[in-house]
């Protein structure tokens, strides 16, 4: 039975079925070879390892599902990220804390933690979260094919605190108030419905638990939408535009699955934070801290408290900073991190 199938048996209180939602009702036979909810009798398989909890958007009007099932076939072809040549996880554990915010979310999540990554890809963040401290680290994908390169490293490196289930973040397959940190980067912006799903992920969260969400920003993307008009107009020629293209220090299938997430994805929405804090206000979260930060001239420093709340960001200030991002937040793609907290409460 693989590693995830029996975290589901041993855990089966966590899980909710995604068809019919009921909590603690999924089942995997003896076999390890399916999964099955005993209040609907829904069977959901398990394909190299990985219980496939996909449900699909069958309850929305229009064409939502069709965006889902348009991102799923996209991240098939094109699994994103991949690990570049990585080995074992030292290597992952290297190249992980070279970015700050990577680092200081390693350093200050503490042992013991619960975690579920919502939209982990390949599932690098999550690998990486899962390498020490006893974690318990749980991603969920759309795709099948980034799920098994993550579930691969996993296995070849024995990370033993993370397990991988395909899921649709719109039914995930976990039950409300079950985790102390929800993690969602570069994600909801290809849904369909990004505030919906949301919403969706956020009740995954414990009272007094952290929910991190990464997004497109509506100022900061205006260059990558300037370089993905000229590439639509004079071709792939062009690609070195983005000096992501030409760097050596990355491999050319990975320098090629950035170029396809970033310009040829067939779905994306861009926000702002003042957007995204009008969503923790419907959710009753409260704002922590944004990355970068959303009080102009204001920067990070190298030991930031990621958790430490700072003061939420209002009016004019916070309106000059969202559009000075058209100049500092370009050379990330226009991405940007919201961290919320549930009330201890709530």
């Not at 980067?185 to 290809?190: K, Q, R």
């Not at 008009?229 to 050319?252: E, H, M, N, Y």
């Not at 959303?294 to 200030?317: Q, T, V, Y």
């Amino acid at each position: 039975m693989s590693d995830s199938a029996a975290f589901l048996r041993a855990n089966a209180a966590l899980f909710r079925c995604p068809s019919c939602r009921a909590d603690g009702q999924l089942q995997v036979d003896a076999g390890g070879a399916t999964v099955a909810c005993a209040a609907c009798s829904t069977v959901y398989p398990i394909t190299d390892g990985l219980p496939q909890l996909f449900a699909p958007n069958d309850d929305w009007e229009g064409d939502k599902s069709d965006i889902t099932e348009s991102m799923k076939a996209f991240y098939e072809k094109t699994p994103f990220p991949n690990y570049d040549g990585f080995d074992d996880a030292a290597a992952l554990v290297q190249k992980a804390k070279q970015g700050f915010f990577a680092r200081l979310l390693d350093e200050q999540t503490p042992f013991g933690a619960k975690i579920v990554e919502c939209g982990c890809g390949t599932g690098q963040l999550s690998n990486f979260l899962g390498v020490g401290n006893n974690r318990v680290v749980v991603g969920l994908d759309l795709c099948l094919n980034s799920l098994r390169l993550a579930n691969g490293f996993k296995q070849r490196n024995k990370l033993n605190n993370t397990r991988f289930f395909q899921a649709n973040l719109f039914r995930p397959p976990l039950c409300e108030g079950s985790f102390d940190y929800v993690i969602s980067n570069g994600v909801l912006h290809h849904t369909s419905d990004p505030k919906l799903a949301f919403h969706t992920i956020a009740k995954l969260a414990k009272p007094g638990g952290y929910v991190l969400v990464g997004l497109y920003h509506q100022y900061g993307r205006l260059w990558t939408d300037l370089r993905r008009w000229i590439f639509r107009v004079g071709g792939d020629k062009f690609k070195f535009l983005d000096p992501r293209t030409l760097s050596q220090r990355i491999s050319a299938e990975k320098r090629e699955a950035w170029f396809q997430d970033q310009y040829k994805n067939p779905h994306e929405s861009k926000h702002t934070i003042g957007e995204v804090i009008d969503w923790l206000d419907e959710a009753g979260l409260e704002f922590v801290k944004s990355v970068p930060k959303a009080m102009p001239f204001e920067s990070f420093s190298a030991n930031e408290k990621l958790f430490d709340a700072d003061a939420r960001p209002e009016g004019a200030a916070r309106t000059l900073a969202e559009m000075l991002m058209t100049f500092n937040n370009a050379r990330e793609g226009g991405f940007f991190i919201v961290i919320a907290r549930k009330p201890a409460n709530g």
